[in-house]
């Protein structure tokens, strides 16, 4: 019969060789590896014109006394 120290020595080395194996596998600085320009940005867009108000926003006063509080409210 095998000692259980044989086993926890085997799985430390198991381990251990999988740490290795990771850091030699696993890239450490993706950029140096592929090195890429960034595209320059796209241009803004230009207004062609001046934004005309949403016909549905603006109401008329229904009567002419309405219009008149209108103009001295807030």
């Known amino acids: 019969m095998v000692s259980p120290l044989f086993f926890y020595q085997l799985v430390l080395v198991a381990l251990v060789w999988l740490c290795v194996m990771?850091?030699?596998?696993?890239?450490?600085?993706?950029?140096?590896v592929c090195p890429t320009?960034?595209?320059?940005?796209c241009p803004l867009p230009k207004r062609h014109r001046e934004p005309q108000p949403f016909a549905g926003l603006t109401?008329?006063?229904p009567c002419a006394a309405c219009e008149q509080a209108h103009?001295?409210?807030?």
């Open 59 to 61: 109401r008329k006063p």
């Open 37 to 41: 320009t960034p595209d320059p940005p």
């Open 22 to 32: 990771l850091h030699w596998a696993w890239p450490s600085d993706p950029t140096a």
């Open 71 to 74: 103009e001295h409210g807030p």
